[in-house]
């Protein structure tokens, strides 16, 4: 258990913050954190796991044990490790963060973090992030960096947004203007994080990640609706050998860790001959993505270009509480 002390939001107490499998041992306890209504809270129906599967990964399918499985013949394996971190006030969640460390690549994958809206402020999230990285790297000595997906936002849009607030002074968004400043303001935390952003050397834009469904179960019609388009941040742990990998091949084995070893593969495992055909989607799907680009012409930049920060500046100003 690592506890933070200090002031945050309106109360002034101290923060637990408790990790599956070392302070949480099954399911009636880390359910009766309350993180699963946090997690519900924080992030739409689209973006969330079924929260069955998210118990049977943290406390018994990825615990650092080497899985094996076979679709059509072939012989597969994959070593997951996935963790919780919850952040506790009176032994109910306020914050969560969900990783998973891939042993083949020795990658770890921010799934989800999050805080509990009546709690930020004073710099609480980035408090618990970084002592959530202490924590990963003690956990999994051998990890190069972290990886994680953001949704892409669209500049021109964004100015038209922000600049017709300034002119009318309209203080009420629509639901797309508050999702489009969301995934602005969620680059810009990674940002102040130190993350970079995986570009293309040609058009100078982040190279974008289409992920697979994430329901097998679905008729193989609707897979191509459910997939999504994502942004890839890195950063890299100090002193680790990625420091020294180029952007290009780094690309490449965080591509194929999110979602081969990670999604694919644990999708699949649970029903090896009744998923053959959502394998083979979704390594094709993984492939056209790894195809976009050689590895040569890919490079890290920082998550915020100069425009950003100022279309990021001139949102601040407005002082406009996101709902």
């Known amino acids: 258990m690592q506890v933070l002390d200090g002031s945050y939001g309106e109360r002034a107490q101290p923060l637990d913050i408790v990790v599956t499998r070392r302070d949480v041992l099954d399911e009636a306890s880390f359910r009766g954190t309350g993180v699963l209504d946090l997690y519900a809270e924080l992030f739409p129906a689209s973006e969330r796991d079924s929260p069955d599967d998210i118990v049977r990964w943290l406390l018994s399918g990825d615990v650092g044990a080497r899985r094996q499985f076979s679709v059509s013949g072939q012989e597969m394996s994959y070593r997951l490790d996935s963790r919780c971190f919850i952040l506790c006030a009176a032994g109910r969640a306020i914050g969560l963060g969900f ?81 489009t400043i969301g995934r602005l303001l969620r680059v810009g935390w990674y940002d102040k994080l130190g993350y970079s952003v995986f570009c293309d050397a040609h058009t100078m834009q982040p190279l974008r990640c289409r992920s697979p469904c994430l329901d097998p179960s679905l008729p193989s019609s609707s897979w191509g609706g459910g997939e999504e388009d994502y942004w890839l941040m890195w950063q890299a742990r100090p002193g680790a050998p990625s420091v020294e990998m180029r952007a290009g091949p780094l690309w490449h084995k965080a591509v194929s860790a999110i979602y081969v070893e990670i999604l694919a593969k644990s999708l699949v495992a649970a029903d090896p001959s009744g998923r053959r055909d959502y394998w083979d989607y979704a390594t094709a799907l993984v492939d056209r993505t790894l195809q976009q680009i050689a590895t040569s012409d890919a490079y890290l930049a920082p998550c915020l270009g100069d425009d950003d920060r100022q279309l990021l500046s001139r949102w601040r100003r407005l002082a406009i509480e996101l709902i």
């Open 99 to 179: 990783f998973t460390y891939d042993h083949a690549s020795e990658l770890i994958y921010c799934n989800h973090v999050g805080i509990a809206k009546t709690w930020r402020g004073g710099g609480l999230a980035r408090t618990f992030y970084r002592e959530m990285g202490g924590m990963l790297d003690a956990l999994f000595p051998r990890n190069i960096g972290v990886v994680l997906e953001v949704e892409p936002f669209d500049r021109d849009h964004l100015q038209a947004i922000i600049a017709g607030l300034e002119r009318t002074g309209r203080r009420q968004l629509a639901a797309d203007e508050q999702a």
